[in-house]
């Protein structure tokens, strides 16, 4: 449905969510000021644009956004092809790119591919997520140990060669600031959650560089005076060769936009149980990518991270997103020429904060436990990421994650099931269908059909959503599964972990060779406990029984029992 989710919530808004809204607004947006500042600089332009970008983007991402709490703006995942294609292209290259990024992921909206971006496979997101990551934290080596590089080299390498070479400048006053900040970023959580931790690092560093008169750079000593206002709008011509050489750049960065905000929207969804309107956001997300460049911003989308803060402060509508955006103006406008007092050390730690949190290094080191053929496409697309090319990454690493897709089907599926699927005929009687068994009241069977890759992963999540009252046992029926990969293997772990929380004892069925070898390799087997896996439906409802048995006697519902199964 392409309608903004703002027109739907507008319904039944009231003063109550008015009051929520606005507090979670403005704390976000307060949240986002740092973020900005620091996202704009390490992208290569100066601090005023990231600002300039939360504002109009994120004002635009949540009036028209398909989803309820979305907070658009600036995010880590931009700095490396966003600095790229200024060294490469210039700041007008990297305008006429972010339009024509709009451009693609309006049509992405209109054509229906929003579903279709939520299928790509975990190994490739992990992959150029942790590359990005690395590539940000090398990045900030210079202003966290206050070396003087005139030029920081545009390579990984290089930049590594570069710093070791001018290690003799290194200064022990902005290390100690960085330092301190970091500090108070990892333990500022231990007072309050509502002041971020990067806020009150750099006010206290900018506080002490200038009480002391501490010789660090800060903004202003790089970049002079910050604007405080918004910039008037620029138009760009875009002929037929820019559109050629920049169709690549611009390519990356709608991509990156559509996972990154469709994964915030996911994760936003089970933090409040809503259902987001992924074409819609795409819609919005291209909008606000076509607005930001001409009033000087830069690439845009949904932002995890300032998601969940606007929902942890109670944000449940897009007007919390708006408010946000407004209190970032109203911080731009009457503050925003204090913003060049701030050490670009402080800056460095925080976006090695930022790095550390998308560097998703427990998720990549349980990928290295999948089948060999995921491991493949996540090491390929970390090492293209951080080595070459994030453009280059993304689709290497997707043409990898098709052609294993289909060898491993060519290898592992079982032909009786794809000609039954294949066959137009009458539907056969089925002794093992779940409606040939007897169920028992509080038990639910939950059955996958094909291969559990990243398409069924996704189905797999939403059909689970239905079930308003959660059973006391779900059996999660896996006979015509032949196949499962890296997001298969999440999507039961994070199903796992969900049902945990609700109460839910989850039982696997049927499960054949190739999944059961990769669940065992992920330990999944350990987390579900082998007596709740089964090789048939027979034995996973007499398992079920005997857990809701052992919950009216007032034992434990995890009680393993000592009778050997066969699994």
């Known amino acids: 449905m392409l309608k903004p989710k703002l027109f739907t919530t507008l319904q039944d808004y009231n003063k109550n969510l008015f009051m929520a809204d606005l507090t979670a607004g403005v704390i976000v947006g307060i949240v986002a000021l740092p973020l900005a500042i620091a996202f704009g600089i390490a992208s290569g332009v100066t601090p005023e644009k990231g600002i300039i970008t939360a504002i109009i983007a994120g004002f635009i991402i949540s009036a028209f956004g398909g989803s309820r709490v979305q907070i658009g703006g600036p995010t880590g995942a931009f ?51 942790s590359g990005i990551a690395l590539i940000i934290f090398s990045t900030q080596m210079k202003d966290l140990f206050g070396l003087s590089i005139k030029n920081v080299p545009l390579e990984f390498h290089g930049k590594w060669i570069s710093y070791f070479q001018h290690l003799s400048t290194f200064n022990y006053y902005a290390f100690g600031l960085a330092a301190l900040s970091l500090l108070i970023m ?70 990156l936009a559509a996972i990154e905000s469709l994964l915030s929207a996911v994760v936003s969804d089970g933090m409040i149980g809503g259902k987001h309107r992924s074409n819609m956001e795409l819609v919005a997300q291209g909008i606000a990518n076509i607005v930001s460049p001409i009033f000087g911003g830069i690439p845009a989308t949904g932002a995890i991270a300032r998601t969940a803060t606007n929902i942890k402060n109670g944000g449940r509508t897009p007007i919390a997103g708006i408010v946000h955006a407004i209190t970032l103006l109203l911080i731009m406008l009457f ?21 550390y949190n998308m560097s998703e290094w427990r998720s990549f080191k349980s990928l290295l436990k999948s089948p060999r053929s995921d491991v493949v496409v996540l090491l390929t697309t970390f090492s293209l990421t951080v080595i070459f090319d994030l453009t280059i990454a993304i689709q290497i690493g997707m043409i990898l994650a098709v052609i294993l897709f289909m060898h491993r089907m060519a290898s592992v599926t079982n032909v009786g099931i794809i000609t039954r699927e294949l066959q137009d005929e009458e539907e056969t009687a089925d002794p093992n269908a779940i409606n040939q068994k007897t169920v028992p009241e509080g038990v639910e069977v939950f059955e996958i059909n094909g291969p559990f890759f990243f398409g069924a992963a996704s189905t797999f999540k939403d059909a689970a959503r239905v079930i308003e009252e959660p059973p006391k046992v779900r059996i999660i029926r896996m006979r015509n599964v032949p196949a499962i990969d890296a997001t298969g293997l999440q999507t039961l772990k994070e199903f796992y972990y969900d049902s945990k929380k609700q109460g839910t004892k989850v039982i696997l069925s049927g499960v054949h060779a190739q999944p059961l070898f990769a669940m065992t390799q992920a330990g999944l087997l350990d987390l579900f406990g082998e007596e709740n896996v089964h090789g048939n439906i027979d034995d996973a409802l007499d398992r079920a029984r005997e857990i809701l048995s052992l919950q009216k006697l007032g034992r434990p519902k995890d009680f393993v029992p000592t009778v050997k199964r066969d699994i």
């Open 79 to 129: 700095i490396v092809i966003v600095y790229g294609i200024v060294q490469q292209y210039g700041m007008t290259g990297l305008m006429i790119a972010t339009i024509m990024a709009g451009v693609i992921l309006m049509v992405m909206g209109f054509a229906r591919f929003g579903s279709i971006i939520k299928f790509i496979p975990y190994p490739v997101v992990v992959g150029f997520t």
């Open 186 to 255: 990892i333990f500022w959580h231990r007072v309050t959650h509502r002041i971020p931790g990067s806020l009150i690092a750099i006010i206290v560093t900018t506080i002490l560089v200038q009480v002391f008169q501490l010789p660090v750079e800060t903004i202003g000593s790089r970049f002079g005076e910050i604007p405080s206002n918004l910039p008037s709008p620029k138009f760009y011509e875009m002929d037929l060769a820019a559109i050629r050489n920049l169709i690549g750049p611009a390519t990356t960065i709608a991509l």
């Open 335 to 355: 503050f925003g020429n204090l913003a060049k007092l701030i050490p670009m050390a402080t800056l460095g730690a925080i976006l090695v904060i930022v790095a």
